[in-house]
Nanobody
């Protein structure tokens, strides 16, 4: 059974930093990409960043580009999200997701970790 376990959320002040981690386990298939999504209260879940598992090429939402950095450790099946210059609008539940190779969507999701940024 595939499990994605996130950690590293919490409370930060505006301008501060947090680092999220997500460890994937329980699968033997090849990963196409992993990513981070977030959901603010009363809003729909939105894309934050993804990383191609083979090449390491990242992709970012415009709202976080230049402030957030996604990276991965293939040996540990872990993806990270380094969040700097945090803003109150970054507040939300952050979800890790995994897309299998040859799949058209993110099929596996973590339970989410809360990030709260105070002004």
């Amino acid at each position: 059974q595939v499990q994605l376990v996130e950690s590293g959320g919490g409370l930060a002040q505006a301008g501060g930093s947090l680092r999220l981690s997500c460890a994937a386990s329980g699968h033997s298939f090849s990963t196409l990409q992993m990513g981070w999504f977030r959901q603010a209260p009363g809003k729909e879940r939105e894309f934050v960043a993804t990383i191609n598992w083979s090449s390491g090429e990242p992709s970012y939402a415009g709202s976080v580009k230049g402030r957030f950095t996604i990276s991965r450790d293939s040996a540990k099946n872990t993806v990270y999200l380094e969040m700097n210059t945090l803003k109150p609008e970054d507040t939300g539940v952050y979800y890790c997701a995994l897309q299998r190779r040859f799949s058209s969507r993110f099929e596996y999701w973590g339970q989410g970790t809360q990030v709260t940024v105070s002004s």
